[in-house]
């Protein structure tokens, strides 16, 4: 008798569940349950009229009129170790731009100064979850995505990867 596995969301993480899943010698039947009326999840990309086309990426956010149609970086900075990091004056932001700016170029080697900023310190906006959290809820489900081994992309790819392999052992 064929297993029916359900996948509950269309994101990086679901549809590559769905892939693995399918390629197994033994695919089960999949159903994927998506919400909203596109695949994806946070990952969408939007072309413009004359041709260009943005990754928004998991968290994008593109303000309105002629900036939004230029490349936008999104520099989150701190975490739980927010003040270790950067000290308690979350009124510094020059401080805060010149260190966004040095990420930028260290990582992506891009040297052009940014044309607008906006800095923006949201304490406790990014969920810091405990180690192995998802290990201990004790139901009989595989979680994948960017709430439980990592928030890149990569890491939702394997994550989702090492629950079918888990699953179909």
Known sequence: MQRTVAVIG???SGLTACYQ???SPNA???ILLEG???L??????TRTEDGAVFEHGPRGIRPAGTVGKNT???VMLGGAWFEQGFGARHGAQAMLLSRAKEAVRAHLGMMAEPSHTII?????CIPQYTLGHWQ???LPLSLIGASYQGVSVNDCIYSAKTAVTRLLD
Request: net charge positive; glycine share 20%.
């Open 10 to 12: 269309g994101g990086i």
């Open 21 to 23: 899943l399918a390629r």
């Open 28 to 30: 089960p039947k999949i």
């Open 36 to 38: 909203s009326g596109r």
């Open 40 to 45: 994806g999840g946070w990952l969408h990309s």
């Open 72 to 74: 936008l970086l999104m």
């Open 120 to 124: 923006k310190v949201l304490k406790a």
């Open 136 to 138: 201990r809820t004790g």
